[in-house]
């Protein structure tokens, strides 16, 4: 089975912290997602990557970056946290080439107080 | 712009009884449709996936359609149970992309 984790289940932080959020797939998939899920919005996808290195911006990226330096890993930074931003993140992956059921990681839900 | 929008937003049904799940699609050119479940602080997992040429796909209990000349699609709960609580997504993919179009989502509660 495909496993996607990530590192902290939930996570509260302070106005103005550096926040990092990682993700690691087990199952060599191309493509990354990162998500935030907020209620009576849906899922708005913030970043993806196609591959190592590559990054895309989603429909949201103001106020966040991400990072893909291993295949299997897909880190989002928050570089100053603020309030707006305290969500539920998702991150998926994929497998590519054409076969795109993503696969979603358990969600971080982050507080910014 | 590709819209997905589900109907209702939100259901609440006594265990046991059958219940269905909307969503309209503007996505084009169309791909495939998935309908994923997501548990309450959970991430989301498929549960079915269609392609243009297909109309219909169970999985249990669960069973969709599809019409893509309305574009349209149902998911169909039967004998429902308290474990079917979650949010059910609706998510389409265009051809040649890998980013998909999330529809909002339908909450249902199964009460005993």
């Known amino acids: 089975d495909v496993k996607v984790t990530q590192s902290s289940r939930y996570l509260v932080k302070r106005t103005g912290e550096k926040v990092f959020l990682e993700c690691v797939q087990d199952?060599?998939?191309?493509?990354m997602f990162w998500y935030r899920q907020d209620p009576g919005l849906g899922l708005r996808l913030i970043y993806f990557?196609?591959?190592?290195?590559?990054?895309e911006k989603g429909d949201i990226p103001e106020g966040y970056s991400v990072s893909r330096e291993k295949k299997e890993r897909f880190s989002l930074i928050l570089e100053s946290a603020s309030t707006n931003q305290t969500s539920m993140y998702l991150c998926?992956?994929?497998?590519?080439?054409?076969?795109?059921?993503?696969?979603f990681g358990p969600g971080t839900r982050l507080t910014v107080l | 712009k590709n819209q997905v929008e589900q109907s209702p937003q939100s259901l609440i049904i006594l265990e046991g009884k059958n219940c269905t799940l909307q969503?309209?699609?503007?996505?084009?050119?169309?791909?495939?449709l998935r309908w994923y479940k997501q548990d309450t602080g959970r991430g989301p997992v498929s549960l079915t996936i269609?392609?243009?040429?297909?109309n219909t796909k169970s999985n249990g209990r669960y069973t969709a359609t599809l019409d893509a000349d309305t574009k349209q699609s149902s998911l169909h709960i039967t004998a429902s149970q308290l474990s079917d609580s979650a949010s059910y997504i609706c998510?389409?993919?265009?051809?040649?992309?890998?980013?998909?179009?999330f529809g909002r989502g339908t909450s249902l509660i199964v009460h005993p």
């Open positions: 969503c309209n699609y503007t996505v084009s050119p169309f791909s495939n």
């Open positions: 199952m060599d998939h191309e493509n």
């Open positions: 269609m392609t243009f040429s297909e």
């Open positions: 990557s196609y591959d190592v290195k590559m990054k």
């Open positions: 998926a992956s994929s497998p590519g080439q054409g076969r795109d059921t993503q696969y």
């Open positions: 998510v389409v993919t265009t051809g040649g992309s890998y980013i998909p179009t």
